[in-house]
């Protein structure tokens, strides 16, 4: 069975907020209607985003890093909020594990988001029902678009390749490898959601500077006395490369 | 969470009107008090009324919940899988149930104990629909616990037993005053106890996430920058009250006197007193308490996706 989800690394996020502008304009000109901004100009403005991006720092000055968290519907597999909506308008699709609200049919409760641990569902305050990331439905399932274009609006977006689309489900996919290679995890597994988005972990970069690659690059005879640099006598590095 | 206002007014009316319900049941099954066919049937026609009147007000609050009210018919549709359906269904049961069987008191015709213990039936049943919608969201911790379908129904009991008190008194049924306020403080001293219980649970409670398992990070220190965007949204509209720790120790004060020992206090004496204001009194005094106790109920409960919206910049 297909299951579609992002995989998204947390590694390469710069935290450039193109996936979440990239969304909200898809899915605000999208058949479904706009994404409602209250006040946009005004002193206090309040939006409907089916994507953010974060921001935190983790550890202790000197020792931190700061890592940019985009964060958007799971598409759990065991979504919670489907099985509380009173009308059936919460749903996830069979053929492709995508968790989706039917717009004519939500009633604006409210109930599902108060059981999704995630924060993932946003009240239309115009429309008055509950949204949701669709994961790009009306993209990925598309027939009229280029075959390359059939991905997640934020999944394009994205510069540094940093998020992922594919389906978990299928071991030799792009997304299911990068889990498996990389150490893939899920957000908040303490609640057995099975969340289908994975993240994949920050990685420790590290540059290997020798000093000698400070000064001088090729000098196999150690003939350079030009100042400032002395001539070097002694065997470098180079000399036990091969 | 933010209290919603809607539902709190749903729960509290219907509490109020379900306990009343029980009690006019209870009362024609025991024979209590004595009463003359005439009196009996004044009673429980009235207080069926009574109790039919303030379960319709907390069905037209609920309407004030809904983004798309005109869509409220298509609620009933999960009731195998949602228990805000199954309360969808059960509370117009009820009130069907109650305003036949006020219909029979009325009209004098037979099989009303029939009638009124399916209507107890149902009744137990929107009790335990109504909470189960609280307690079944296992990721507010506060709410998901067994002492919140016990609060309902005792809280539900109390408010209606005072109310009943008050009815009995009004309707020149004395007979009936005394027994009645004395379920009321049993029933109100019960509550008070499970009550307690789960304030005492709640302010025990650990986190099941943190930061960490929200992110994924495991390091002990981690701290937001930003969470996105300086506007609001929905997320930081909904999960949050906004209030601060202060307000929120005193309105647990002012729910824990008005619930459970002022209208004590005021059945008490108006009972001694034979002072009907005193019981009006007691009725208001513990249903504000109750609008503030489920106030609290909402407010103390702490969603996991706060966790995400902890910084602006």
Known sequence: MTQLALVIDLNVCVGCHACVTSCKQWNTSGSAGALADLEPYGADPNGTFFNRVQTFEVGQFPHTQTVHFPKSCLHCEDPPCVPVCPTGASYKRAEDGIVLVDYDKCIGCKYCSWACPYGAREFDEQRKVMTKCTLCVDRVTSTTLPKAERKPACVLACPANARLFGDVHDPESVVSRAIAERGGYQLMPEWGTRPANHYLPRRKTEIRVHAEDLTRVDNPLKLDGQQPEHPHHTPGREDFAT | ?313
């Open chain 2, 1 to 313: 969470m933010k209290p919603a206002f809607s539902v709190i007014f749903l729960t509290t009316l219907l509490g109020a009107a379900q306990g009343l319900f029980l009690t006019l049941f209870a009362t024609e099954v025991s024979a209590l008090g004595q009463l003359s066919r005439a009196d009996s049937q004044r009673l429980l026609v009235v207080g069926s009324l009574v109790a039919l009147l303030l379960s319709g007000l907390g069905l037209l609050a609920s309407f004030f919940h809904l983004g798309r009210p005109e869509r409220a018919w298509r609620s009933a549709a999960m009731w195998r899988t949602s228990w805000l359906s199954r309360e969808v269904i059960a509370l117009p049961l009820f009130m069907l149930c109650v305003s036949g069987y006020g219909a029979a008191h009325l009209l004098g015709s037979g099989g009303t104990v029939l009638m009124g213990s399916v209507a107890v039936l149902v009744c137990l049943a929107l009790f335990v629909c109504t909470a189960m919608i609280y307690a079944s969201v296992r990721f507010l911790q506060e709410w998901a616990s067994p002492l919140t379908l016990v609060n309902y129904l005792l809280l539900g009991c109390a408010s209606g037993l005072t109310l009943a008190t008050l009815l009995a008194a009004l309707l020149g049924l004395a007979t009936l005053v005394t027994p009645y306020a004395l379920a009321a403080t049993l029933l109100t001293a019960l509550a008070c106890l499970t009550r307690g219980a789960s304030l005492l649970r709640n302010a025990r409670l650990k986190p099941k996430s943190t930061l960490q398992s929200a992110l994924g990070i495991k390091h002990p220190k981690i701290v937001q920058k930003a969470q996105g965007f300086m506007g609001g949204s929905f997320n930081t509209r909904e999960f949050f009250h906004a209030r601060t720790a202060a307000l929120l120790r005193s309105v647990k004060w002012a729910f824990l006197l008005l619930v459970f020992p002022l209208p004590l206090l005021c059945l008490a004496i108006g009972v001694a007193a034979s002072s009907t204001a005193l019981l009006v009194l007691a009725f208001a005094l513990q249903y504000t308490g109750l609008l503030a106790e489920r106030w609290f109920f909402f407010a103390q409960a702490n969603h996991p996706q706060n966790l995400y919206y902890q910084t602006i910049s």
